[in-house]
């Protein structure tokens, strides 16, 4: 060895030290005390009263009656959320688009990547005001996503925990491709790719990237030009390479569909979870019960689309689409719901604007959900979905102390998801409006 790297080594060992000399001064636990008149108990369906949770640090350590009286530590801090306070896990929201335009049609060209991740971070930091401490981002240009959510794991910028997915796969034409602009033009999507072992290749570019889940489209969809909602993309052979290759690195496979053919061949395929899922027949039902499938549903946004899409540049051939699937949609998810099928809370937002995750809460008890129901799914149900359930989605010992708090009784009054007035994300207060 010579003396320059010698040199360097004791440099770098003495840096070393002082990073954990610093540290060391930092370890004793900071704790902080949560103190609600309310905690649902997403475990138990249950709401119990007067409940103090201890934080160290990041994780959860303690959940006690207020009436137990233990003293609180010295130089613990104290959070007492008010009278009428509802305290629960992190909100999660298993499809959201944080990168992108938010206008649609033609104008949106006017957006380049880099701008659209700009967005991205703005979003972030409402999505996470609103209370959703956890989303998945299914479908971004770029790798966009996999830098937003490093970002936000770095602690650059403020954001919600994120599984990303990369831009998502599609055949060539299909509703992941863009069809907007003639030939000449020769635009394609990333993710598009055609056979077996061309679809492989495209998992395996994005694991390389930094994917935690693999999407895919397998109908056509309701954005795309010149797609059928209700058509198969991808054969059944394709789709099994797709699911093969991700579920052999470890990744779990989103699949958007809303024709029946292609819910139920994604389902046949291995796939995860099925995304939107509008036109649902029984036998789509048995086999989603069979083969443990969960249902992403974005049952909100029809109101949206219907109501103010033209205004952000949603194209006729869209709407059209749209006015034809959103009821069948609807329909379907209380099918899905009586028939004990596994779902997830996926709003689809970038669809409506970000930070209005919590609309769908409403809908979901109209469509056939109890209220306590509905907060599960948005809670430990999408954290099974997302593999995490053993680290988030209950407000107990040893989760991390991902939390929001609401001013009212939501159980009463599901519009005050989106009024979430306290908002903690591992430990650390992001938004308190309740004190
Ligand atoms: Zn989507």
Known sequence: ???????????????????????????????????????????????????????????????????????????????????????????????????????????????????????????????????????????????????????????????????????SLGITGG????????????????????????????????????????KFCGTGGVFSKGTRVGAQQYTLEEMKAIVDEAHMAGRKVAVHAHGTEGIKSAILAGADSIEHVSYLDDEGIKLAKKHGTWFSMDIYNDDFILQEGAKHGMTEESLAKERAVGLRQRQSFQKAVKAGVKLSYGTDAGVYPHGGNGKQMVKMVEWGM???????????????????????????????????????????????FEKVGFVMKEGKVYKNTLQ
């Not at 009656?65 to 009278?83: C, F, T, Y």
């Not at 003639?182 to 056979?195: C, H, K, R």
């Not at 001013?407 to 519009?415: A, H, S, Y």
Request: aromatic share 6%; with cysteine.
């Open 370 to 416: 109890t209220p306590m129901q509905a907060v599960i799914t948005a809670t430990r149900e999408t954290s099974k979905l997302f593999g995490i359930e053993d680290r988030v989605g209950i407000v107990k010992e040893g989760h991390l102390a991902d939390m929001i708090a609401i001013k009212g009784n939501p159980l009463e009054d599901l519009t005050l």
């Open 175 to 214: 509703h992941c491709d863009n069809n907007m602009l003639p030939f000449e033009y020769g635009e394609e999507s990333e993710g598009v790719a055609d056979g077996p072992w061309e679809v492989r290749q495209k998992v395996r570019r994005n694991m390389k990237y930094g994917v935690d889940v693999i």
């Open 1 to 167: 060895m010579n003396t320059v790297r010698v040199g360097l080594m004791m440099a770098l060992a003495l840096i070393a030290s002082t990073f954990s000399a610093s540290a060391q001064a930092d370890e004793t636990p900071k704790i902080k005390i949560v103190n609600a008149a309310h905690l649902i108990d997403v475990e138990k369906g249950t709401v119990l009263d007067n409940m103090s949770v201890w934080i160290e640090n990041d994780k959860i350590t303690k959940v006690v009656s207020q009436n137990a009286k233990i003293a609180a530590p010295e130089g613990a801090e104290v959070v007492d959320l008010g009278p009428d306070s509802y305290l629960m896990p992190g909100l999660m929201d298993s499809h959201v688009h944080l990168v992108g335009s938010p206008i649609w049609g033609y104008d949106a060209y006017q957006h380049s990547t880099a701008r659209q991740l700009v967005y991205g971070v703005a979003n972030a930091k409402i999505t996470l005001e609103a209370g959703f401490t956890t989303v998945r981002n299914v479908g971004a240009p770029g790798f966009t996503d996999v830098a937003l959510r490093d970002a936000i794991n770095a602690g650059d910028v403020p954001g919600p925990r994120m599984l990303v997915s990369g831009p």
